[in-house]
């Protein structure tokens, strides 16, 4: 079983800061995949970034980065010169292989509100 | 190229009348997906289909909920009767199951807004 916790209900940050959310989670498999999607009022899941978790390295997308932390099982979004289209909600996924294929297990999600 | 398509968009519905959604994924993405998502919460998979083979439906409540993927394209979620606790946005996204691959990504529709009165 996988779990995902995001203790940051909301967040905001001013235009052009910058700003970390935070994620913990908790799997059994030894590979997996982690992620951070957007989900703006459109309700359209977007993805922002993924990480394989046998790659040390953090992954990087123009603006957002993440800090993957195995061994404590953080997994934490920075978001650089923000902007307003960056207001929405973010949510952290794990995703296992094997027999939980297919299956994406999602945090409660945090509100960021960038503001002007 | 087009993405997921759903709809309705939104529906709303006296509790114990039925309801059904419809979700068209990506052109030649043989795997799709149905989750839940209640307010303020992420979403939850209720089934996956590969093909028209669900082939994980272990978090459908199939006392009323029922789905099919009939020549494993399109797909159909219904609910019947529809409870209170049922309102919510229901996502459908898809992929292309490369079995090479552990992760393929999921394409996720606009869902569809759920509200039981």
């Known amino acids: 079983a996988q779990t995902v916790t995001q203790s940051q209900p909301e967040m905001s940050v001013q235009e052009a800061e910058t700003v970390t959310l935070s994620c913990t989670y908790d799997?059994?498999?030894?590979?997996?995949?982690l992620f951070w999607y957007k989900q703006p009022p459109s309700r359209q899941m977007i993805l922002v970034i993924r990480?394989?978790?046998?790659?040390?390295q953090n992954a990087t997308e123009n603006r957002f980065s993440v800090n993957f932390q195995k061994a404590a099982k953080s997994f934490s979004l920075k978001i650089s010169d923000s902007q307003l289209g960056d207001t929405a909600m973010y949510f952290c996924?794990?995703?296992?292989?094997?027999?939980?294929?297919?299956?994406?297990?999602f945090g409660q999600g945090t509100i960021l509100t960038v503001h002007p | 190229e087009a993405g997921v398509v759903q709809s309705p968009r939104y529906k709303i519905i006296e509790k114990k009348q039925p309801v059904a959604f419809w979700c068209n994924p990506i052109?030649?993405?043989?795997?799709l997906y149905w989750y839940r998502q209640n307010l303020g919460q992420g979403p939850e998979l209720l089934i996956r289909?590969?093909?028209?083979?669900?082939?994980?439906d272990s978090q459908l409540p199939k006392d009323r909920f029922s789905a099919e993927r009939l020549k494993g394209v399109d797909s159909t979620l219904k609910i019947q009767p529809a409870e209170l606790g049922d309102s919510a946005v229901y996502l459908c996204?898809?992929?292309?199951?490369?079995?090479?691959?552990?992760?393929?990504?999921?394409?996720f529709g606009p869902g569809t807004r759920l509200t039981v009165l």
């Open positions: 996204a898809s992929s292309l199951r490369l079995r090479v691959k552990i992760y393929n990504e999921q394409f």
């Open positions: 289909y590969e093909n028209e083979e669900a082939v994980d």
């Open positions: 052109s030649g993405h043989n795997t």
């Open positions: 996924a794990t995703h296992a292989g094997g027999t939980s294929y297919g299956k994406l297990t």
């Open positions: 799997t059994s498999e030894n590979n997996y995949y």
């Open positions: 990480q394989e978790a046998y790659k040390q």
